[in-house]
Every structure is written in structure tokens, then in C-alpha cells.
């Protein structure tokens, strides 16, 4: 009997033992998995914030610019009455008289 009792004990002890383990691998194939998604956004950040800034931000100033030097280069127009017609100079101009008038 004392063998019985030693050999379920040892049964017992073994189901714990990889029920326990079962557990553990569980949860770092968990943090892999999520690693790795994590991992893909910030490579998509990294990659994609550049094409966002420039399509968002940057691309009616490049276009305009674009425009002003061509046209500079035909010889229609000169370069100041260019340097007007640039985006957001309008409130630039605005800012300044303000702060003049003060």
C-alpha cells in the first residue's frame, strides 16, 4: 500500500507540476503574440508617418512651391509677385500689422 500511496503522489504531484507549466507556456506565448502585434503597429507608425505628414501637411505647400518655381522659370511672373501667393502668408501679413499696431 505504501507504494500505491507513493506512486499517486507522485501522479498527483506530476499533474500539478505540468497543469502549472501548461499555464506559464500559455501566458508567454500570450506576451509573444501580443509582442508581435504590437511590434507591427509600430513598424506601421514608423513607416506610414512620413507619407501621412506629407499628404496631410506638407503637400499643398510643396505643390505650391512646385507651381511658383515653374512659372518663375517660363518667365511669366517674377518672384515677388509669387512670394504673395503663398499658403498661409495671408495670416503671417495679419500678425505682423497687428503686432504693429500695438
Known sequence: MD?????????????RMAKE??????SIQRGMFMSGIVRILVWAVILGLPFFI????LKPYVDGASSTLESIK??????IQEFIKVPGL???KDALEKNQAE
Open 3 to 15: 507504494d500505491n500511496q507513493r506512486l499517486e503522489r507522485m501522479v498527483k504531484e506530476s499533474l
Open 21 to 26: 507549466n501548461n499555464r506559464r507556456i500559455r
Open 54 to 57: 506629407y499628404f496631410s501637411l
Open 74 to 79: 517660363s518667365g511669366e511672373t517674377n518672384i
Open 90 to 92: 495671408d495670416a503671417f
